[in-house]
Structures are given as C-alpha cells and as structure tokens.
C-alpha cells in the first residue's frame, strides 16, 4: 500500500481556520439539529407556529463551531434530517438587516424570487407561471411590479405548495450581528412569519449576551450550546479517519499516534488539526514517505508547537499584548478557582488597583478608558475566557468562566510573567472598596417588558 503524499501534502497546507476535513463527534449536536427539523415541519403542517426557534453553537476560536454549522448543512442536503429534506440557506451577518433582504434571500433559494421581480409583456409569455400567482395579465408594452417582498408574502407562496420543508438558516460569527438587526432577530426567535425557520448561529463565547441585547429575551437553554473540546475517542477518531483517507503505511509504527495526537492537543479541535498536519509534514518527507514507523516523533511535535503557537499569537490582541500582566493574573487566580463573571470583573478591579506603580504599570492595569466589564468582555471575545454551565452536587447551575483550553492559559500565564505552579493568594478576600456601580451588569429592557441581564 502506497501512501498518498500529493493528497498529504495538499492536507498539510489546509490552514487551521478552513473547516475540518475529519468530522467526527458533536452526535449530540447534530441530532438536535434533526429532532428541530421534524418539529418545525410537523408545526407548521398543522398551521402551527415555531417558537423559541433560535439554536446557538458558542465558544472560542478553534472550538470547530464553523466546522458544526458546515456539517449540519452537509448532512442536511444528503437527506439525513428526515422528509422532507431541509433547505440550506448559509448567510452573513450583514444581510440579517431588513425583513425585504432576508426575504428575497429565500425566495431565491426557494426558486420563487421571480414573483418579487418586475414583469413585462415579453416576459409574460415565458412565466405564465408568475402572471398566475400575480393574478394578472399583461398587454403588449405593458410592465407589472411585483409584490412586497414580506415574510406574508412568501409564506402564502411557500406553503401553497403542499407540505413546507423545513429551512435551516445558517449564521456564522453571529456576534457581529449590527444593532439594526433587533426586529429581525426577535421576529425570527418568535416565529412570527408562518414559515418553517430554524435559525442556527454559530459565534464566539459572547454571542449569547449579543443575542440576548437583540431582543432574544428567552433562550431556552436546551438549545443553547457551549461547542468545547472533543473528548478523547472522539479525537482519535479523527487521526484515524485521516491515516486511513490517506492510505498511510501503518504497519510497524511503534507509537499509537492517534492517541498520541488526541492527547497532545487537548482535544481541541483547531490544535487536533494542527497536529494532524504536523504529522502529514513529517509523512511526506522523501525518507519517510508515508510510513508511519519512519516518522521522527520529534519532528512531528515541534511542527505542532510552531503550529499552535502561531494559532495563540493570532488570538492575542493588542489590547491582551498591552496588558499581559494583568491577563496573567486574572487567568492564574480563576484556573485555580474558577468564578462567575461579576466575581471575576472584581477580581480586575483588584488586581487593577494594585498594580505596580509606573512606568511598569501598563502591562497590569486596565487600558485607558476601558472597564472591568469591558475588559472580561474583550477575553471572552477572544477566547480566553469562556462561560460553563456547571452543576452543583444540590442540582443547582452555576455559570463559571474559564479558560476553555489548558495550554492557552498556560500561554497566557507565562506570556504574562506568572509561573503556573505558583498558586496565587486570594486577592478577592481582601475586599477592598470597590463602587458596585462599576461591576454591576449593565441591564436592557427585553422585548416583552422583562430586564435583562447581560
């Protein structure tokens, strides 16, 4: 058996950002995503409505949220969500604007965007079609506008041809979502268009807070999802996937690799690939040659590390590069005991405060002008930092922020000075004065009169 090395090398080049070529896991995941399109097509059916529609995927770069949505939107089209077989619609944040843009977005991929077009004579006798649905006709030289492109619109359209499939809309980076978008994210969530949409939004570990400022007052917390790291077999799985796709020699190879791999990335699924294609650099060596016994295990780990390194050294902002002292320390107290995030905002307070004097303060101290809110926001948006739901041994959730990956915290620990060995005092005991004005979390009215949280 011959290796495959022109495809090795090719899978070597796949940048860690593009969707990952080995999917494996997220069976919890997908399977919501079916049992959501059953629901949706038997609602409206029955001339129901879908509520509570929003579906999110939140975490922190390199989670494998886009490789998720990329997937649902795979297996949906090769029919596995059941009958009738979803339509996949895959848009940007920015067109999730006015109702009209939306609403041509779908007519188009439900072939129906030529009622909303303008109809002339000429036209007329090619798409009679659309002359009925108008319930008009046209003379020699005459034009006849199209309707209002609204959700009512396209509903009595969509749903006149019997049995309505239900219509997956894919949104990624949906924390980038622009304020302008309120109505129509609420109108979504609310299913109050008479259509079968499933809104399914990826995004970083703020996303929720974003979508709950947008009017989406009532997530239900079933389908609210913190996409993390894979576990163990699931991992292995993958690096198995890949040796098999790509017909490597694995005879004689003195190491598992694919629980060498599995282990050396955490399971995080952007480091997992990264160690993949470490491995495939070293495969496609001419004296090496796609054997795995011939593999220098070496070679392949310090590739990973370059690799991983590199992934770090883009997530780390310039606001995180400024104050790396202070990310350090709010990462060393929280991996020792993690804390909820007004608790950790305190902590920034804290730490802020007593920072060393200038001119090394900079690095330990809050940026000029920005809070401690705004600080814990701009770690979450970065991945540094992330929210868990964990349960108590009394039942009780508690919601906790921590560093999503072990090696990232480390980075960011040492990056920042602080040993991560040393267990740090609890400076949050001191309780020195803080104005809670500072730390408590701004609030904004829902849609349906509540206060909300973020």
């Not at 919890?28 to 529609?53: D, L, Q």
């Not at 499939?165 to 268009?193: F, Y």
């Not at 955490?266 to 004296?287: K, S």
């Not at 040659?289 to 770090?312: C, I, K, S």
Request: with cysteine; proline share 6%.
């Amino acid at each position: 058996m011959m290796a495959d090395i022109a495809e090795l090398s090719a899978f070597s080049e796949i940048q860690d950002r593009d969707s990952a070529m080995f999917f494996t896991g997220r069976d919890v995941y997908i399977t919501h995503i079916r049992k959501a399109c059953e629901g949706a097509a038997k609602n409206i059916a029955e001339g129901g409505k879908i509520t509570s529609a929003t579906r999110l995927f939140y975490g922190a770069p390199g989670a494998g949220k886009t490789s998720l949505l990329t997937e649902i939107q795979v297996r949906a089209r090769l029919g596995a969500f059941g009958t009738p077989v979803p339509t996949v619609i895959d848009i940007d944040c920015e067109h999730l604007k006015q109702e009209r843009d939306l609403v041509l977005i779908l007519a188009k991929h439900l072939k129906k965007e030529g009622v909303f077009r303008t109809v002339s004579h000429e036209q007329a006798s090619i798409g009679a079609h659309i002359l009925n649905i108008l319930q008009g006709s046209l003379q020699k030289g005459q034009s006849q506008d199209p309707p209002e492109a609204t959700f009512d619109q396209l509903e009595s359209l969509y749903t006149a041809a019997g049995t309505p499939s239900p219509i997956l809309l894919c949104v990624d980076e949906i924390q980038t979502i622009q304020p302008e978008a309120k109505a129509m994210l609420s109108r979504l969530h609310q299913g109050k268009h008479g259509l079968p949409i499933i809104p399914i939004y990826a995004g970083l570990g703020n996303s929720l807070q974003i979508l709950m400022s947008h009017n989406i007052s009532r997530p239900v917390s079933g389908y609210i999802h913190s996409v993390g790291a894979l576990a163990d077999t699931e991992a292995q799985a993958a690096v198995t996937a890949m040796l098999d796709r790509f017909e490597v020699d694995q005879r004689g190879a003195d190491r598992d690799w694919p629980a060498t791999l599995a282990q050396q990335s955490d399971g995080w699924p952007q480091h997992l690939h990264n160690a993949m294609r470490a491995l495939a650099l070293e495969l496609i060596r001419p004296e090496v040659n796609g054997v795995l016994a011939h593999v220098n295990p070496e070679a392949v780990f310090t590739q990973e590390r370059r690799l991983r390194m590199r992934a770090y050294g883009w997530r780390i902002s310039e606001m995180l590069h400024q104050t790396k002292g202070l990310a350090a320390q709010v990462m060393h107290h929280i991996i020792k005991k993690p804390r909820d995030r007004s608790d950790v905002e305190s902590l920034v307070l804290i730490l802020d405060q007593n920072a060393p004097t200038d001119p090394a303060r900079r690095p330990y101290s809050l940026p000029e002008g920005k809070g401690a809110e705004d600080y814990v926001d701009h770690m979450m948006r970065q991945g540094v930092l992330q929210e868990f739901h964990e349960e108590q041994a009394d039942g009780t959730i508690t919601d906790v922020l921590r560093c999503p990956i072990p090696s990232l915290a480390t980075f960011v620990m040492e990056r920042g000075g602080v040993d991560p060995s040393h267990r740090p005092p609890d400076r949050a005991a001191e309780s020195p004065k803080i104005d809670d004005r500072a730390i408590k979390p701004k609030e904004e009215e829902g849609d349906d009169g509540t206060t909300l949280g973020l």
